[in-house]
């Protein structure tokens, strides 16, 4: 499992713990793997989602440590969006 994958599953759950996110997200990073976020936490999966956001690790990184607004990333082309696109600005306020 990837280390990179472990630590932004964790700071994921810090940002939740703090947020009202009431769907299901999944981060697929480029030859990295997947995290999941639900109600119940971030973890390392590739279970189905009402959203899919794609992107390399670094743009992730970048998302995840607030260097980077993840709609600047979307409309970039950095980032790609799949699914619930309502679901997507939700989640986007939940990682500012």
């Given amino acids: ?3 990179f994958l472990e630590q932004a599953a964790a700071e ?6 703090a947020a009202d996110f009431d769907g299901t997200a999944k981060f697929d990073v ?3 793997g997947s995290i999941v976020m639900d109600a119940s936490g971030a973890r390392v999966s590739d279970d189905a989602a009402d959203v899919t956001l794609s992107a390399d690790a670094d743009t992730f990184k ?5 260097d980077m607004n993840p709609t ?3 409309m970039s082309g950095k980032l790609t969006v799949d ?9 986007a306020a939940v990682l500012a």
């Fill in 1 to 3: 499992m990837s280390e």
């Fill in 83 to 91: 699914g619930d696109m309502g679901m997507a600005m939700k989640l």
């Fill in 12 to 17: 994921l759950n810090t940002k939740l713990a």
């Fill in 62 to 66: 970048s998302i995840f440590d607030g």
């Fill in 30 to 32: 480029a030859g990295e």
């Fill in 72 to 74: 600047s990333a979307f």
